[in-house]
């Protein structure tokens, strides 16, 4: 047998992993009130050939099911087994807020915005520390998936910072419905990743306790192709090809409630609308009231409420405004 040469083993959490290897390890973040240990599963597969190492997330939210079913899905179809590298799979990082359906950790605090974390800080803190400094560290590049909040369906689409035109042209070959450019934001595991030197795309799609078989198809298809565009996907599999163009957005706008009331959708998720169009409309519990909702403008609905009553000044549709000519 010959000797593995030193700078091929991966060292994560204490574990030595040897090049076509395949091995999960359990990240101990604390214990329940009951000293039952909550640990996390994280899948790992090795090539024996050398290669980038590629770190997959989701469930940084709890309640993002969608997320989590599209790792599901990419370890389940042997997706991540690569043809030379490394994948990493860590289909939920929030396990507290998964049990309970919950945004949240159990200190109430929003994980994707306590990033990088103190030692010595809260419990989210304490978590995202020792992710930072546990686990990011051997990744060359990261993919995170979430979904859209509350019930609000997000269109899929990846999010990159505008500055980073890496990042730009790797959006391009994930090759989402919509690419949408937008700042990083304080405190996100993103901008982390970004001041660390991570190249990472964050993809949304769907909404928070919902799973959609047409957003994990899209998530696992332009894993897909990155892993293709790095070499990595193994030859057994075929890169899907995207039919529809990838739309970027440079800018975008809320149409909010003028009223209270029952919500009535009247448009699809991606769909393009005309200025002035019928979107909804919103009624009373009495049939007294009807009040329609019209685009104030033209452009691609990337955002709907799905929720059956809103307040006067809630977000219903999230519409386009400016798309970047290619």
């Given amino acids: 047998m010959s000797e593995v040469k030193e700078e091929s083993i991966l060292n ?22 009951t000293s039952t240990k909550v640990e996390i599963p994280i899948i790992i597969e090795r090539s024996k050939k050398q290669g980038p190492t590629v770190l997959i997330t989701a469930g940084i939210h709890g309640d ?3 997320g989590v079913e599209v790792v599901r899905q990419i370890i389940s179809k042997k997706i991540n087994k690569p043809a030379r590298g490394t994948i990493i799979c860590i289909p939920v990082l929030n396990v507290f807020g998964f049990l309970s359906m919950n945004r949240f950790f159990p200190d ?5 915005r306590v990033f990088p974390g103190t030692k010595n800080g809260s419990l989210a803190s304490r978590f995202a520390y020792q992710f930072i400094t546990e686990i990011l560290p051997v990744a060359d590049f990261c993919l995170d998936f979430h979904t859209g909040g509350s019930s609000r369906f997000n269109a899929p689409h990846i999010r990159v910072d505008p500055k980073n035109e890496r990042l730009v042209a790797l ?6 419905p919509f690419t949408l450019l937008s700042k990083n934001l304080e405190g996100s595991y993103r901008a982390t990743c970004a001041k660390k030197g991570k190249d990472i795309l964050l993809f949304e799609g769907g909404k928070s306790q919902n799973s959609s078989k ?3 198809r899209e998530g696992v298809q332009g894993t897909m192709r990155i892993l293709k565009y790095l070499d990595m996907l193994h030859s057994q599999f075929e890169a899907p090809i995207q039919e529809s163009k990838n739309i970027i957005i440079q800018k975008s706008t809320w149409v909010r409630a003028k009223c209270s009331g029952l919500l009535h959708i009247k448009v699809p998720i991606s769909k393009y ?4 169009e019928v979107l909804a409309t919103i009624t009373d519990p009495y049939g007294k009231m009807r009040h329609v909702v019209k685009a104030n403008n033209i452009g691609y609905i990337i955002n709907v409420n799905e929720a059956p009553i809103v307040y006067q000044g809630d977000a219903i549709f999230h519409i386009t405004k400016e798309l970047v000519d290619e």
């Fill in 12 to 33: 994560i959490l204490g574990n030595e992993i040897l090049p076509g290897t395949s091995t999960t390890i359990n990240f101990n973040i604390a214990k329940l009130y």
């Fill in 64 to 66: 993002e099911i969608n």
């Fill in 108 to 112: 109430g605090r929003d994980l994707n």
């Fill in 214 to 216: 047409e957003i994990a």
């Fill in 171 to 176: 959006a391009k070959v994930f090759n989402a």
């Fill in 273 to 276: 609308v005309e200025k002035g």
